[in-house]
């Protein structure tokens, strides 16, 4: 039995080159893009397990008793519920959105704890007195204690710094430096604490065992009993709201259903665009009804001079025929003189007739009633033309050829 054979052979084909490019793009981007959780990512966060991450520290701090929690919505969210018993970590934070600074500013006039680091995790503290490091070393620091206060005697610790702290401000206190440069400062904001670090090495997964960088951690936090602690997610590109809690299962599998109906429609209706049977032909209209609908149109557009000039032409180009003179241009006067010497016999009033026809068809006063005057002249001149050659050039003599034009209307 043939996979789906209830489709055509050329179907059946284009449908298994669609999902074989489908499967190979796949495997392609499983093998060509980075690991997100691989060692190169330099982002502390607590979902990553690598070298950099901090997922360590944060299942720590869990099984140590810390009332921990993920903090992925907003800011302001957090800022309108803080308090003196809130704590909050940025690891290595990112962003110049000014409600992000106004909400960690909010926090600390509360009464809260904040533990920064990096450049921009300076940046977003009030002051904003971090700068990029002056010289860059890619190994690690022994801190050198250098403050009075508790934070400083929480013994030998590491760290890569990346940025720097302006000194000046009496109320900002260096507690730990590297290379004579600023590497962990804290001080006091409104009612709240802020801890300054140079780089997030000591809580990182690859350095927290490292000597004393988890008590570096936990003196920076602050007391366990009667806080709550957050661990900042937003900043790192993880901004939950509302809106997010639409994502899970279902949002996978509307992503996944819509390409997957979009291949159905194509597949149902692409080959078959066009009518299953022929269409019928559409009703002809009688002779009649295309005469009437013709007049019509002349008599609405006033074009009964027209009418004149497509008689006059064709009278002019069958006669020129009948007298051996096909393609030459003559006017009203020359066609009758050429009629007479062809035809001795023709009506007398051809000349003026001819005339008439002439002006007419040149002109735009001619009246309806005119107009149908003089194809009937013309008609009546043609159909005594026509018996003549036959005749060796002698026409017929009719008696008064508009008494028979007028009979034939009546």
Not at 59 to 65: A, D, F, K, P, Q
Not at 146 to 172: F, R
Not at 223 to 246: C, K, M, N, T, V
Not at 247 to 253: D, E, K, Q, R, V
Request: glycine share 10%; charged share 20%; proline share 6%.
């Amino acid at each position: 039995m043939k996979f789906l054979a209830s489709l055509d052979a050329k179907d059946r084909r284009l449908l298994l080159w669609c999902l074989g490019i489908a499967l190979g793009l796949a495997v392609l981007t499983g093998f060509l893009l980075p690991g997100a959780d691989s060692n190169d990512n330099p982002l502390p966060s607590t979902y990553l397990a690598g070298q950099h991450g901090a997922r360590a520290a944060y299942e720590t701090l869990l099984r140590s008793g810390y009332s921990l929690e993920r903090w992925e919505r907003p800011l302001s969210e957090l800022a309108a519920t803080a308090g003196p018993d809130t704590v909050v970590i940025f690891a290595q934070p990112f962003t110049r959105e000014k409600a992000d600074n106004e909400a960690v500013r909010t926090i600390l006039e509360r009464g809260g704890r904040v533990l920064s680091t990096g450049y921009w995790g300076g940046l977003i503290l009030p002051g904003e007195a971090s700068a990029p490091a002056s010289d860059f070393n890619f190994a690690a620091c022994k801190l050198e204690p250098e403050g009075l206060d508790s934070l400083a005697g929480s013994g030998e610790a590491w760290m890569v710094p990346q940025a720097t702290w302006a000194t000046g401000n009496p109320a900002h206190r260096v507690e730990y430096s590297c290379d004579r440069q600023p590497a962990v400062v804290e001080y006091d904001w409104g009612k709240g604490h802020v801890v300054w670090w140079a780089n997030s090495t000591p809580l990182e997964n690859g350095s927290l065992a490292r000597a004393h960088d988890l008590d570096l951690l936990l003196s920076s936090l602050g007391p366990r009993q009667g806080r709550r602690f957050y661990w900042d997610e937003s900043l790192h590109g993880e901004i939950r709201s509302i809106w997010s809690y639409a994502a899970g299962p279902s949002l996978t599998l509307l992503w996944i259903g819509l390409p997957v109906l979009g291949l159905l429609v194509v597949f149902s209706f692409s080959r078959r665009s066009g009518p299953v049977r022929d269409l019928p032909l559409p009703a002809r209209a009688t002779p009649i009804e295309f005469l009437d609908a013709l007049g019509s149109l002349y008599r609405n557009a006033g074009a009964a001079s027209a009418v004149v000039s497509i008689a006059w032409e064709r009278f002019r180009r069958h006669t020129l025929r009948l007298c051996g003179l096909r393609g030459t241009q003559m006017g009203a006067a020359e066609l009758a003189l050429a009629i007479r010497r062809r035809f001795p016999h023709a009506d007398a009033s051809l000349e003026a007739d001819l005339a008439a026809c002439e002006d007419a068809a040149w002109g735009e006063t001619v009246t309806p009633r005119e107009a149908l005057k003089l194809l009937q002249t013309l008609h009546g001149h043609q159909e005594e033309l026509i018996p003549a050659p036959k005749s060796g050039g002698q026409t017929q003599k009719p008696k008064d050829i508009h008494s028979t034009q007028q009979e034939r209307a009546s």
